[in-house]
């Protein structure tokens, strides 16, 4: 059984960072990737960043590229998401999670709140 423990959120001003972290606790060897979606409030959840656990291929959504790096650790089983330049349509419920072979983890969220 993995589970996936996010932390790092918290509210910072326009134009500030943050890292989140999302760690995964039990057997990971079955992981091809690992990543972020977001959901604000009345929104749909949004895609925001991807990470192959092997390999060093990323993908991030148009409306965070520049701005968000995605990067992981996988001696500590640990994705990591820089978020800089942020602005307040970043504020949202950040969820990591993780695809295996028997289906897609979610981690239970943090809350990410950007002021103006």
């Known amino acids: 059984q993995v589970q996936l423990v996010e932390s790092g959120g918290g509210l910072v001003q326009a134009g500030g960072s943050l890292r989140l972290s999302c760690a995964a606790s039990g057997r990971t060897f079955s992981t091809s990737a690992m990543g972020w979606f977001r959901q604000a409030p009345g929104k749909e959840r949004e895609f925001v960043a991807s990470?192959?656990?092997?390999?060093?291929?990323?993908y991030n959504s148009d409306s965070v590229k520049g701005r968000f790096t995605i990067s992981r650790d996988n001696a500590k089983n640990t994705v990591y998401l820089q978020m800089n330049s942020l602005k307040p349509e970043d504020t949202a419920i950040y969820y990591c999670?993780?695809?295996?072979?028997?289906?897609?983890?979610w981690g239970q969220g943090t809350q990410v709140t950007v002021s103006s």
């Open positions: 990470i192959r656990w092997s390999g060093t291929g990323t």
């Open positions: 999670y993780a695809n295996k072979p028997e289906g897609t983890l």
